[in-house]
């Protein structure tokens, strides 16, 4: 019922000028705005924060260049040094196994058991002041030396044993004089008797420091490095600065290339931890390798103070600027106080003529425009979320005889109280709106439990019917309220409101102050579900049942790694039913267990025929319900739908809703292990709406959780979604689970799931689900191209 009067609506004029009002105001602000980005004190800090940016890039690319071009130039000229010191090592050490090879004719071919002194007259040996050339006998006993103090048995075990078998060039490890300290290396080959036999050894022994001698300051520096390294990875001899050693051991494969294409390499050295281009080069045809490096530090000492110097000028600069700009902007930020503080009285004018178009102004209560936008948006939820909202709409009873007796200041001092009394009713997330006159209407969202539309009716009459204290006296009115729910009574705001407004009729035909539900749609929705149902029992007899595949993918390279089964209805009437409209009566009936199994031997039979037709053999994924899964013959069902299919149990998996493992953690983890056993799969389905604890988890033999979707929605925007995703994904990782996050729909998701490291994701924003024959076509595209990434 409504009255009009002063407890009525605005004329249609004033609604006009208040919406005139409030769009002049609106775009007046967007102008000033836009004027503003215009002001000096933000256009210099912006144009300063670009000089910066250019100064600073120059600056460091610059510095990149100076420093790339020093490294290349390093590299160089390490190589052309390496080359050098190659050629010179080369001939010193053939030079050596020339000496043993005449010795070793000499002795073998012209049989002197003594060619040294011959050899020696003649001119053929190395200077002995640098080399000692020896022969020694099969039992290690010194036979002949050009060095006259060296006598008695100094033969290397080793060395005796390795030529005794075999007739190539020996070179020593290094060891110390004893007299000198000096480092010393000994170079030996095998002599032979008339008939082949073994006979003795030729050696030349020499300082090591001698391979390193030409070590060039100038070139290599303080901090290089020149060394002969044996192929066994043992230092020969290595010199830094006028330090000489010998005897360290490194890993040979990784310091000397086995490829012609020798390179400088910028390496921190084992031996003294030192930063070098290094090139090592093999030496032809012997067991050794010149290792030469040039010190970081030092090739690019100045290439180092040059960049200081462009960071110093390059700061000064910057401050300079800094403290102009800051000058200039602090001129322009005092001249703009002015103009804000007009902008502000505008802005707040604005906001004032905002809430009189959309508030009424008795109550201060959302009027009608208000509540039908926030009507709107929230079905929009609703629907999205698959929930329920109730709209309650209230007429006063009796009214009329309050504004009639008392007048319309008693009437608006009641509408006041009323209002208080609704608000004082309802939580906090519900919505109270005056329609007009003495109608009021009532949004409950979010409906968790059924019994709170009628609670809240009841507690609605309960406090209008309290008597009101008007003009000292104490007056009694009573409410009639109807009912309606998204979305059995309507699914948009008109029918809402309409379905609503006739209930209200209806308890005030039924003798007002009670409330009444919307029959009428109930009946319709009661008579609809019935043909769901019987359509049910008939539809896997008729081959009517669907299953449509959505691909999982990899985060990282996008190629599907498994697909999820999804459940369809072609009625012959009422053609495809969403599975959120037949999936619950299925449930409440029983009827999901003989469909159930017809989806898993379907997914089942369709997996192994797209492995016989030669694609990659990929998981498959099947949602249980909860009548499924409290089902007693379940594991025996599965397990006979994996033999006669002859699906590979490792490639099967159960997706199982979070809070129906909550519900009965011993039950849940009864049938959970009973699952196990035969080897199939099990994935927690929309994770993070449960509440499960992490102690609760790792009880459960699981392989991989799924993100719910809602959370995935707003991941890119949502701090809070953010938060509650990167933890559920960290406690995957942390109990070793596969992550999958289900309903990606925009690349920004994409992106944010990648960089959180979550392993796999599903939705439209690579492909919707689809027919079987059209998820082939996927996977042989996908095979032919199996390193493209999607």
């Known amino acids: 019922m409504s009255i009009h009067g002063a407890n009525g609506l605005r004329s249609a004029p004033g609604i006009a000028k208040s919406v005139d009002a409030t769009a002049e105001a609106t775009g007046s602000l967007f102008r000033y705005v836009r004027e503003h980005i215009k002001e000096a004190y933000l256009l210099f800090p912006l144009s300063a924060v670009l000089l910066l940016l250019a100064i600073w890039s120059a600056t460091l690319y610059f510095i990149r260049l100076e420093q790339t071009r020093a490294q290349r130039n390093a590299a160089t000229v390490s190589l ?63 036979v002949a030396s050009t060095r006259a103090s060296e006598t008695g048995n100094i033969s290397d075990p080793d060395e005796l044993q390795t030529l005794r078998h075999n007739d190539t060039l020996s070179i020593s490890r290094p060891w110390k004089d004893p007299l000198t300290g000096e480092w010393r290396l000994r170079f030996s080959r095998r002599l032979n008797a008339a008939n082949g036999t073994f006979s003795g050894i030729v050696r030349v022994e020499v300082d090591a420091a001698y391979f390193v001698s030409s070590y060039d300051a100038s070139k290599l520096g303080d901090q290089g490095v020149l060394g002969l390294l044996g192929t066994d990875g043992l230092f020969r001899v290595q010199r830094t600065g006028e330090s000489v050693l010998a005897g360290d051991s490194v890993d040979y494969a990784a310091l000397v290339p086995d490829t012609e294409d020798t390179q400088a390499l910028l390496l921190t050295n084992s031996w003294d931890g030192v930063r070098r281009y290094t090139s090592a080069r093999q030496l032809y045809d012997f067991p050794l390798a010149v290792i030469v490096g040039l010190s970081e530090e030092e090739q690019l000492a100045a290439v180092t103070r040059q960049a200081h110097t462009y960071l110093w000028r390059a700061a000064t600069g910057s401050l300079l600027l800094v403290l102009l700009v800051g000058l200039l902007s602090r001129m322009s930020w005092q001249l703009a106080q002015s103009r804000l503080q007009a902008a502000e009285a505008k802005v707040a004018y604005a906001e004032r003529v905002e809430y009189l178009a959309y508030h009424d102004g008795l109550t201060a209560l959302p009027n009608r425009s208000l509540f039908s936008k926030l009507l709107i948006q929230n079905i929009q939820e609703a629907s999205r979320y698959h929930r329920q909202l109730a709209v309650l709409f209230l007429d006063l009873d009796r009214f009329k005889q309050i504004n009639d007796t008392l007048g319309h200041d008693a009437g608006d001092q009641l509408l006041q109280e009323v209002a208080v009394r609704l608000k004082a009713c309802v939580r906090a997330s519900d919505t109270v709106a005056r329609l007009g006159g003495d109608e009021f209407v009532i949004l409950l969202p979010e409906l968790s439990e059924d019994t709170y539309v009628a609670t809240t009716a009841q507690k609605i009459l309960s406090a209008v019917a309290r008597p009101f204290n008007l003009r000292g006296k104490e007056f009694r009115v009573t409410a009639s309220i109807g009912i309606s729910i998204f979305a059995q009574d309507g699914l948009d705001e008109q029918t809402l409101k309409k379905n609503a407004d006739i209930a209200m009729y209806q308890a005030k035909q039924r003798g007002k102050n009670n409330f009444q539900f919307y029959s009428e749609k109930l009946n319709a929705e009661s008579l609809e579900r019935q043909t769901l149902e019987i359509g049910l029992r ?23 790694t498994g697909m999820e089964a999804l459940l369809r209805w072609e009625h012959p009437d009422l053609g495809l039913v969403a599975p959120m409209q037949f999936i619950p009566v299925a449930e409440e009936t029983g009827l999901i267990v003989p469909i159930g199994k017809w989806v898993l031997r379907t997914a089942c039979l369709q997996n192994v025929a797209w492995q016989q037709q030669g694609l990659p053999h990929l998981g498959i994924a099947v949602n249980l319900t909860a009548r499924q899964f409290v089902d007693e013959h379940l594991l025996t069902d599965l397990a006979t739908i994996l033999a006669d299919t002859g699906m590979d149990a490792r490639l099967l998996e159960l997706e199982i809703a979070e809070s129906l493992l909550m519900q009965d953690v011993k039950k849940a983890l009864q049938v959970l292990t009973g699952l196990k056993k035969l080897n199939v799969r099990i994935a927690i389905d929309d994770f993070g709406t449960g509440y499960s604890s992490l102690s609760a988890l790792k009880q459960f033999p699981l392989d991989a959780i799924k993100i719910d979707r809602s959370f995935i929605r707003d991941v890119a925007n949502a701090t809070e979604d953010k938060a509650l995703t990167e933890a559920i994904i960290t406690m995957g990782r942390t109990l070793s689970l596969t992550v999958v996050a289900q309903g990606v729909e925009t690349k920004e998701q994409a992106d944010f799931l990648r960089d959180n490291a979550c392993d796999e994701f599903q939705g439209f924003y690579f492909n919707k689900p689809v027919p079987a024959d059209q998820f082939k076509v996927l996977l042989q595209a996908q095979t032919a191209r199996p390193t493209r990434d999607s």
């Open 80 to 142: 052309e040094i390496g080359a050098t010191y190659e050629a010179q090592m080369l001939r010193a050490v053939r030079e050596i196994d020339q000496t043993l090879k005449l010795v070793k004719y000499a002795y073998e071919a012209e049989g002197e058991r003594n060619p040294l002194p011959r050899l020696k007259e003649r001119a053929l040996l190395p200077p002995p002041l640098l080399f000692d050339v020896s022969v020694v006998s099969p039992d290690g006993g010194l």
């Open 538 to 560: 008939h539809a896997l007899e008729r081959n009517e049942f669907r299953l449509h595949y959505q691909a999982k993918r990899d985060i990282r390279s996008g190629q599907i």
